[in-house]
């Protein structure tokens, strides 16, 4: 199966920025609708955003006009650019396939927004 690991988190003060990024194991990456998954502290994990084959995104309303997902099939790359972070948005950032059969769930990156 395709691996995925996530890189790119940090600590950042709320209104700041961050640049995930995910890295899949196969080229096989481009034909996947790709998706970005967090999960906080006691919480299930939610669903971030979300980018087609095509590059036609879908992104939750909680980071909707904040967030924006791209991908760069050449490199097998998929990102999630982070802008006016909220303190709320802490979690550990994750990403995989948008459709089943998903791969295994790597280690994720960790997002904290604090002052």
């Given at each position: 199966?395709?691996?995925?690991?996530?890189?790119?988190?940090?600590?950042?003060?709320?209104?700041?920025?961050?640049?995930l990024?995910?890295?899949?194991?196969?080229?096989?990456?481009?034909?996947?609708?790709?998706?970005?998954?967090?999960?906080?502290?006691?919480?299930?994990?939610?669903?971030?955003?979300?980018?087609?084959?095509?590059?036609?995104?879908?992104?939750?309303?909680?980071?909707?006009?904040?967030?924006t997902?791209?991908?760069?099939?050449?490199?097998?790359?998929?990102?999630?650019?982070?802008?006016?972070?909220?303190?709320?948005?802490?979690?550990?950032?994750?990403?995989?396939?948008?459709?089943?059969?998903?791969?295994?769930?790597?280690?994720?990156?960790?997002?904290?927004?604090?002052?």
């Open positions: 199966q395709v691996q995925f690991v996530e890189s790119g988190g940090g600590l950042v003060q709320p209104g700041g920025s961050l640049r990024s995910c890295a899949a194991s196969e080229s096989i990456f481009s034909s996947y609708t790709m998706a970005w998954y967090r999960q906080a502290p006691g919480k299930q994990r939610e669903f971030v955003a979300r980018i087609g084959s095509t590059k036609i995104t879908n992104y939750s309303d909680s980071v909707k006009g904040r967030f997902i791209s991908r760069d099939n050449a490199k097998n790359t998929m990102y999630l650019q982070m802008n006016n972070l909220k303190p709320e948005d802490t979690a550990v950032y994750y990403c995989n396939k948008w459709y089943s059969p998903q791969s295994d769930w790597g280690k994720g990156t960790q997002v904290t927004v604090s002052s």
